[in-house]
C-alpha cells in the first residue's frame, strides 16, 4: 500500500495525465524487472523524482516523471553511475528547463584521465538481467570451450544452477576472450578472483547492517550502497594498474 507523505512540492500541477506509483511500476518494469516500489521510495527520498501527491498524500507520477526514472534506472544499470553523479546531470537538466525525457544528453562525468567512473569496457546492458545457456555465452563472448571449462575450474566463472548464465558471467567470459588476445591465460586471472572475493568479504560488511533491517527503503539503501561501492573499487583498481604501468611505459 502507498503510503501517504508530506505534502505536494511547489510548482508541482502539470497538465499531464497522471499515474499510480503501481501503473510507473508496470511501465517500468518492461525495461527494468528488478525495479520494485522499494526502489521507487528510495529514489524519491534522494530527491531525484518529486511525483505528485492527493489530498490523501498518495503519490501520482507524469510521464516527464517516468522519463526520469528510466534516465536514472538505465544510469545506474548500463553505466554503473553513483546516484550522486545522476543527482549532478538530474539538477543541470533542471536549471536549464529541460528534462530526460525530451532531451538526452549523454551521461559525461569525466575523470581527471577521460574515464566515466565507475564504468568498464565490458559493462553496457549485458548487466542486466539474462539468461543464456552454455552454447549462448560462447557464441555470445568468442570464448572457447576449453577457456570456459577452465575458468570454471578456477572459480572465475560460476553458472547459476542448472547450468544458465547472466550478464556479468557474460561481462567476465567477453573479457577473458578479449585478454586471451594478448596472450594471458585463465590461470593467469586466478588472482582477481582472488582479491574479488576479498572485496566482496570487505562490502559485504559495510552492506550487512542494511540489509539485515526489515525496512524496505533499508533494503534498498543497501543494494545502492553496493553499487557504489563497486563503481568506487573500479575506479580505483584502474587508476593503482595506469600508476603500476607508468615506469612500464616511460611516462
Known amino acids: 500500500m502507498n503510503e501517504p507523505?508530506?505534502?505536494?512540492?511547489?510548482?508541482?500541477?502539470?497538465?499531464?495525465?497522471?499515474?499510480?506509483?503501481?501503473?510507473?511500476?508496470?511501465?517500468?518494469?518492461?525495461?527494468?524487472?528488478?525495479?520494485?516500489?522499494?526502489k521507487l521510495r528510495f529514489l524519491e527520498a534522494e530527491g531525484l523524482v518529486e511525483p505528485q501527491r492527493t489530498a490523501a498524500g498518495y503519490r501520482k507520477y507524469s510521464w516527464d516523471d517516468v522519463a526520469r526514472l528510466r534516465f536514472v534506472l538505465a544510469a545506474q544499470r548500463d553505466q554503473y553511475l553513483p546516484l550522486r553523479v545522476i543527482r549532478d546531470q538530474l539538477a543541470q537538466w533542471d536549471a536549464g528547463g529541460a528534462s530526460p525525457g525530451r532531451q538526452r544528453p549523454t551521461l559525461v562525468a569525466v575523470g581527471p584521465d577521460g574515464e566515466v567512473p565507475g564504468r568498464g569496457s565490458q559493462e553496457p546492458a549485458e548487466s542486466a538481467p539474462v539468461r543464456l545457456s552454455r552454447v549462448d555465452l560462447i557464441a555470445r563472448s568468442g570464448v572457447a570451450e576449453s577457456t570456459l571449462v577452465e575458468l570454471e575450474r578456477l572459480g572465475v566463472l560460476v553458472s547459476d544452477p542448472p547450468g544458465w548464465y547472466d550478464g556479468d558471467a557474460l561481462i567476465i567470459a567477453r573479457a577473458v576472450a578479449g585478454l586471451a588476445a594478448y596472450g594471458l591465460e585463465p590461470r593467469h586471472l586466478r588472482g582477481y578472483r582472488t582479491a574479488?572475493?576479498?572485496?566482496?568479504?570487505?562490502?559485504?560488511?559495510?552492506?550487512?547492517?542494511?540489509?539485515?533491517?526489515?525496512?524496505?527503503?533499508?533494503?534498498?539503501?543497501?543494494?545502492?550502497?553496493?553499487?557504489?561501492?563497486?563503481?568506487?573499487?573500479?575506479?580505483?583498481?584502474?587508476?593503482?594498474?595506469?600508476?603500476?604501468l607508468r615506469s612500464t611505459l616511460g611516462r
Do not use: N
Not at 495525465?17 to 503501481?22: A, D, E, N, R
Open 196 to 244: 574479488a572475493d576479498r572485496e566482496v568479504g570487505l562490502f559485504a560488511q559495510l552492506v550487512a547492517p542494511l540489509v539485515r533491517q526489515s525496512d524496505p527503503a533499508a533494503q534498498a539503501r543497501a543494494a545502492e550502497t553496493a553499487r557504489e561501492l563497486v563503481a568506487l573499487s573500479q575506479q580505483l583498481h584502474a587508476a593503482l594498474v595506469r600508476v603500476g
Open 5 to 38: 507523505a508530506a505534502s505536494t512540492p511547489p510548482g508541482a500541477a502539470r497538465s499531464q495525465p497522471l499515474m499510480s506509483i503501481g501503473e510507473v511500476l508496470a511501465q517500468l518494469r518492461v525495461d527494468f524487472p528488478d525495479t520494485t516500489i522499494s
